[in-house]
Each structure stands twice: as C-alpha cells, then as structure tokens.
C-alpha cells in the first residue's frame, strides 16, 4: 500500500511507502475553468489552459505546491459556495505533470505490475462461474485506468464494455466514449440507457447524489 506526500518541485505530489507527512484524503486535480466557475479570477491569476491542472482540491479544501490557499463553504445545487481565501493575490503556474509521473515512475509501475497480476488471478478464479464478465465504464478517470488494467491483463474476446449513459453526462464525456472506442478497436463496448428520460428519473428517484450515483 502507498501514500503520498506534497511535491512543492512540480506541484504535484509523490507516491511514497511510508506515512511521514502525507496527505490523508482523496486528491482532485482543479482546472482553470472550475476556477473560473467560482469566481476565483477575482482573487488569484492564472493561465487558462485546460491542458494542465492548476492546483488540487481535497473535499473542498484547495491546495496550491503543498500549502491550503482556500476553502468552500456550503455550496448546493442552487446556491454557490462561500469562498475562504487563505492566500491573496496569488499567481498560479501549472502543475508539471510530465515530471511529476516521471518522478514516480518506479513505484507507479510495480503498482501497475501488481495490479495486472491480481486482475488475471480473480480471471482465472471466476471465468467459470459466469457467463459474462464487464467492465463497467463510466468514461470517468477511473474507469478508463480500469479498462485500460483489464485490456493489458485479459483476453478481448473474454470481457465486454458497459458505459452506463445516464443522459445528463457533460459533452467532453460522449466525445471521450468515442476516443475510447477508436483507441481500443479490438473490445465491444455497448452503451446502456433506461427506457426513461433523465427528468423522469429525477422526479422518480431524486437527483443524483453520493447514495444514488446513475453512472453505477
């Protein structure tokens, strides 16, 4: 198991074993376009290029090369967040993605490692017992690193593709589904869709929300 900690050098962060001075919560790359949508272009500069992420966010709390510059503060679907800003007038400079993957190429690739040979043993145990194994894909960043694992671990012919199409998934998220499907020529990936629109399953069922999550 891994842990990681701040890397002030390219504003990233480092995969570490050990516990000494880690970070304890799930990190959330931010863009400069959700920066725009808070309104902290009144606050801070910062290039708006959606190519490389800004800063990261825990929760609600924002971290800028390892120090906390602000927090949100009860936001809601109609009400936007109050905004702690614990560091004016800041200039912000892209997180150095490439240097930081490549500073933790080492452990990164034994956790690859590791992880391709689990996804083949739970194969073998299973392959039997079933008549179909999925991997179910919302075309988020976790799925795609999960299909990505499965391709590389199981034969294609021996798995399939669901993309849960909950019909309110941003514009970008269709656009990747069919990067997907032209960067992975050899799995079939099928779409599903309830026979019901979005805004009939609202009124059903309430909007989506941690308890009720429609890509799953």
Request: hydrophobic content about 35%.
């Amino acid at each position: 198991m891994y842990q990681y900690r701040w890397d002030p050098e390219t504003g990233g962060y480092e995969l570490t074993t050990t516990a000494e001075g880690m970070v304890g919560r799930e990190l959330r790359p931010v863009y400069a376009l959700e920066l725009d949508t808070l309104g902290f272009d009144t606050y801070w500069q910062y290039p708006h290029d959606e190519q490389m992420p800004l800063l990261w966010a825990e929760n609600n709390i924002l971290t800028y090369r390892g120090r906390v510059v602000a927090k949100l503060w009860h936001g809601s679907y109609f009400h936007p967040p109050d905004i702690e800003i614990l560091e004016k007038d800041l200039v912000l400079e892209p997180v150095d993605i490439p240097r930081m993957v490549q500073k933790n190429k080492v452990i990164l690739e034994a956790l690859v490692r590791d992880t391709l040979i689990n996804i083949y043993s739970i194969y073998q145990s299973y392959r039997e017992k079933y008549d179909i194994l999925y991997v179910a894909f919302s075309g988020g960043k976790d799925s795609i690193v999960a299909l990505d694992l499965v391709h590389r671990a199981l034969p294609k012919d021996d798995y399939i593709v669901l993309f849960g199409n909950t019909g309110m998934e941003l514009p970008d998220t269709y656009t990747f589904i069919e990067t997907v499907r032209r960067y992975y020529p050899d799995i079939s990936l099928y779409e599903c869709r309830s026979d019901l629109s979005s805004i009939d399953s609202w009124n059903i069922f309430g909007p989506p929300a941690r308890g009720i999550r429609w890509c799953c």
